[in-house]
């Protein structure tokens, strides 16, 4: 017996919970909801919950005030809560290959952002205040470029050609200007 009235098999399997990187623990489980102990990590910095079957993100995830690091990539979104602005230490978020209709205005608000990585959705158009995530630096093309993942998207005529004609800072006077459909 180990103290606390815990045998060493036991005590081994929760020391290897709790030091396991929960990011790798949570990706590729075909999870269509997450475990209500999630909502308890309100100090985690990274949180992987990729190649799933999520649907939806509990308003929980917006309590996770820590997170630095959020990948969505090939899950069942079809949008993002607005609660999502809530998440104001976010430096990176990957939501590829999901089906995201549009963007909510609440994304906007997470200004740390440096990678934002939206490819292979649904998206046709973008909020206006988009143009408010200035360290969002640049187009990005490789899955790893930090900067603004939007072109594998169908994008309506004047988001997409403003991305064309002169890329992120472009696409960021477009919206500064008043453009951009909501």
């Known amino acids: 017996m180990i103290s606390h009235g815990l045998k060493k098999p036991e005590l081994a399997k929760r020391l290897f919970f709790i030091c396991s990187p929960l990011p790798s623990i949570l990706a590729n489980n075909q999870l269509s909801s997450l475990p209500d102990s999630l909502c308890s990590l309100t100090r985690l910095k990274k949180l992987n919950l990729s190649h799933n079957n999520i649907s939806y993100l509990p308003a929980c995830v917006g309590s996770m005030k820590a997170l630095v690091f959020l990948h969505l990539s090939c899950n069942r ?5 607005e609660n999502i602005r809530s998440l104001v230490e976010l430096k990176i978020l990957i939501v590829e290959g999901n089906s995201l209709h549009s963007l909510p205005k609440a994304l906007c608000y997470l200004t740390r952002l440096e990678l934002l990585n ?5 998206i046709k158009d973008v909020p206006q205040e988009l143009f408010r ?8 093309v490789h899955p790893l470029d930090k900067g603004l993942h939007l072109v594998h998207n169908p994008l309506q005529k004047p988001v997409r050609e ?3 004609g002169g890329g992120l800072s472009s696409l960021f006077s477009y919206l500064r200007a008043g453009g951009g459909a909501y």
């Not at 979104?77 to 809560?81: D, Q, V």
């Not at 939206?118 to 649904?122: G, I, K, S, V, Y």
């Not at 995530?133 to 990005?140: E, N, P, V, Y």
């Open 133 to 140: 995530l200035s360290r969002l630096q640049r187009l990005a």
């Open 77 to 81: 979104l079809e949008n993002l809560p």
């Open 162 to 164: 403003a991305l064309e």
């Open 118 to 122: 939206l490819d292979f959705n649904d």
